[in-house]
């Protein structure tokens, strides 16, 4: 089974970039996604992080986690989502190291989503509200968790105790409930077992700024740019959410992954 | 265990309309807590296995999708049609469902609550009063009849609302808002001074609070010639923004909770006897 994959960044409204993220081959080579890399692997560990914390402590907090996370991937063996987690452990205590050296950080994180692809699937783990989405036969889903307060408030939405325009525009929808701050987050996603992909199943990992595309527009852009393959279907999404003209566009990173034809 | 952490999300049984602090107070704890980004406790492997964080938008042509939902979202039933063709792939709510599924058990939460930890609605927070006199010396003369409330003159600066250290160096402490305009630093001539130590805020001007009696509304404007970046809830505004109650200010390492006294409820200028 082969993997394409293709990764753009934006800065958004911002005037500094908070996001990470990287891809590793299990031959080794390590691809930073963001400025328009593409290529194809059969086996390969794909880390995205959304940091915050202040300009220099975002920024920091998301590239440590990514290469961390990505470098424990390479030099580990044996179970993977026992590797997956060792990773996780692994990138926020690297957070934890670094915010002790350097107390003026402190409170600096990020979220993370460490993604394994190959002959079995995809398997993950994820900390934060960065969205991890499988587009087949014309469906979208949200594979991880959102950490945020957003499903909190869509909950309070549904039961009727406040408005749904109010849970839109809540302030807090942000809101981490857990992220990678050096102390154990709170909560962690990840499945039971790999996902099993099929062929022309199209992965996308991206950090929040793309929550401005709804996920009704996140599958229609993806259909309408599948022949395009994975550069022209992060383009597209990239594109998307520019049109969106947010005043407040939070940084955005989009990597897709698509699954190519069943090896002969 | 994953019981004890979940509650129903609540929110007070009034929240019609006059009791919507209560409900922002509720939950100001796990907001602030999420907006300090300081995680606490310990990793909570559980996660819910059914549930898919959302549902596809319509259900459409796919023909195994609907019943694959219904199946992840009524857990407790048995499952009415699990099988799916293997000829054809299975929907992306199926796989997730199948990469979801603990292998022992298959779904047995009575409930499908989506997460380990909830907002919950706690006690509210009152604001401080902005200066409790102190007990005159001396026998406290007895009212009768129609107690007789004078206003001549404000004995300061009419408070408007007031912000509270919730986070960082002061937590607990307040200062008043006052009519107008609002400079807010570290330095104490400020007219929000933020003097309890830390030293990331600018001392003079990083910030503005302005309430306009007019049209009774609160707006803070970051000063972009400042080093430090401030932000409101999580944005980081270039540019002024409207408060709204508990909003939660980031200035350095200090964070802030916007309590409203004025606004459409109240203005000082409905107090038609105030003489300036």
């Not at chain 1, 986690?65 to 063996?77: D, I």
């Not at chain 2, 570290?186 to 990331?200: L, M, Y």
Request: proline share 7%; aromatic share 4%; hydrophobic share 40%.
């Amino acid at each position: 089974m082969a993997f394409h994959y293709a990764g753009c960044a934006s800065q958004g409204a911002r005037s500094y970039q908070e996001d990470a993220a990287a891809l590793r081959t299990a031959a080794g080579e390590e691809v930073p996604i963001g400025e328009g890399q593409a290529g194809s692997a059969t086996e390969f560990t794909l880390a995205l992080a959304d940091g915050m914390g202040g300009h220099a402590g975002g920024a920091l907090a998301s590239t440590l986690a990514c290469r961390t996370y990505l470098a424990a991937m390479a030099s580990s063996s044996g179970n993977l989502s026992a590797r997956l987690d060792e990773a996780l452990t692994l990138a926020n205590g690297a957070i934890a190291d670094y915010v002790a050296e350097h107390p003026a950080l402190n409170g600096m994180g990020c979220t993370l989503v460490g993604a394994a692809f190959g002959a079995f699937g995809v398997e993950w783990v994820s900390v934060g509200d960065s969205p991890l989405y499988l587009v087949r036969l014309g469906k979208i889903e949200l594979l991880n968790e959102d950490h945020s307060l957003a499903p909190e408030l869509d909950k309070l939405a549904a039961a009727g105790k406040i408005s749904r325009a109010e849970a839109r525009h809540d302030p807090r929808r942000h809101f981490l409930r857990s992220a990678l701050t050096g102390s154990a987050p709170e909560l962690v996603d990840r499945p039971h077992r790999p996902l099993r992909l099929e062929p022309n199943d199209v992965i996308v990992l991206a950090s929040d700024g793309i929550g401005s595309l709804e996920k009704h527009e996140i599958l229609a852009t993806v259909e309408a740019h599948a022949a395009a393959g994975p550069a022209g279907i992060a383009n597209a999404l990239m594109r998307a959410v520019d049109g969106k003209g947010e005043i407040y566009q939070d940084n955005t990173t989009i990597v897709v992954v698509v699954v190519g034809a069943a090896a002969s | 265990m994953k019981d004890m952490k979940r509650s129903a999300l609540e929110t007070p049984a009034s929240t019609a309309g006059a009791s919507i602090p209560n409900r922002i107070l509720g939950s100001l704890r796990d907001a602030l807590n999420a907006a300090s980004r300081e995680s606490t406790g310990e990793v909570s492997g559980s996660r819910n296995p059914e549930e898919p964080s959302a549902r596809p938008g319509a259900p459409a042509a796919g023909a195994s999708a609907p019943a694959a939902l219904r199946l992840a979202n009524a857990p407790a039933r048995p499952p009415e049609a699990p099988a799916v063709a293997p000829t054809q792939p299975v929907s992306a709510a199926e796989a997730l469902r199948l990469a979801k599924t603990p292998a022992p058990e298959l779904a047995s939460d009575e409930d499908k609550e989506p997460t380990t930890r909830v907002v919950r609605a706690g006690p509210a927070l009152k604001p401080a009063p902005a200066s409790a006199a102190p007990e005159e010396v001396g026998r406290t003369q007895a009212a009768r009849g129609k107690p007789k409330v004078t206003r001549t003159t404000f004995h300061q600066d009419p408070v408007v609302g007031w912000i509270v250290v919730v986070g960082g160096p002061g937590l607990g402490a307040y200062r008043p808002i006052y009519e107008g305009n609002n400079t807010l630093g570290r330095g104490k001539g400020q007219r929000i001074p933020i003097d309890f130590g830390d030293e990331s805020i600018s001392a003079e001007e990083q910030a503005y609070i302005r309430y306009d009696s007019v049209d009774r509304s609160f707006l803070f404007v970051p000063n972009l010639a400042k080093t430090n970046i401030v932000s409101i809830n999580n944005k980081k505004p270039t540019g002024a923004v409207p408060l709204n109650a508990m909003d939660v200010i980031t200035v350095g390492r200090t964070q802030l909770a916007f309590v409203p006294f004025c606004g459409e409820e109240f203005d000082w200028s409905e107090l038609t006897d105030l003489k300036e």
